[in-house]
């Protein structure tokens, strides 16, 4: 069992060691599962975001390949990729919103919570099923941010991609105000796409890095206090 306080005897007898025993287990479970939930949010968020803008990547790149479509039709098209782009921006902007603090803080205790990890397994496990336990939980932590980074580069990368698969449809024969419709399209798109918590680290693999380093350094700190 967990170290707690209860308001009587658990080793009272075996009733009500087990019933404890399961009000901690539900309890741990119910934690484990909100946990889940709240960090699987942003991996899953950027995946399907960048799922989205690889398909409006491959959409505005078959535009006017196919020599049967009129100019009106691949107008047509073009507009439609604008009105989705405009909606993954939109979607881009509230995730801005949500994760401006949330992920930042994310950010700083699990290099915290890392270091102190790692400063257990060294100096305080004393025997296998505490080291297991420390190991486990330190692996955890570093499973908990990559998802996120690793997705949050991906869906920078694809929105990177935009303008290249504009480039890539068939534009030389078309109209001059087709052109210029294209040419404004890919000005709004060759700027970089990223979400930063607290507006300064961005969910990148740059940010995983960097909270690596900063447990590092959390590390170090602690290890000089020691000495």
């Known amino acids: 069992m967990y170290a707690g306080w209860f308001p009587y005897d658990v080793q009272a007898n075996a009733l009500v060691f087990w019933i404890s025993f399961t009000y901690q ?8 599962l909100e946990n889940l939930a709240n960090d699987s949010y942003p991996p899953i968020t950027f995946c399907v975001v960048t799922g989205h803008v690889r398909l409006l990547a491959m959409r ?10 009129s100019m009106a039709e691949n107008k047509m098209q073009l507009i439609e990729g604008i009105k989705d782009h405009r909606k993954l921006m939109q979607i881009v902007s509230l995730l ?6 949330t992920q930042l803080g994310q950010f700083l205790s699990s290099g915290i919570n890392i270091a102190i990890t790692l400063v257990n397994i060294l100096f305080f496990a004393e025997n296998k099923f505490s080291m297991t336990y420390y190991a486990v939980f330190f692996a955890a932590m570093f499973i908990e941010l990559f998802p996120s980074c690793y997705y949050g580069t991906l869906m920078t990368m694809e929105f990177d991609k935009l303008p290249y698969a504009i480039f890539s449809s068939n534009w030389i024969k078309t109209n001059k105000e087709y052109k210029r419709t294209l040419i404004i399209l890919m000005q709004f798109m060759i700027v970089p796409v990223d979400i930063k918590a607290g507006g300064i680290v961005g969910i990148d693999m740059s940010a995983f890095y960097a909270t690596c380093r900063m447990a590092y350094s959390f590390f170090t700190l602690a290890m000089s206090f020691r000495f």
């Open 60 to 69: 505005l790149s078959r535009i006017g390949q196919d020599e049967k479509t």
């Open 96 to 101: 801005r919103r949500i994760l401006y603090l």
């Open 25 to 32: 287990a539900i309890g741990s479970s119910m934690l484990i």
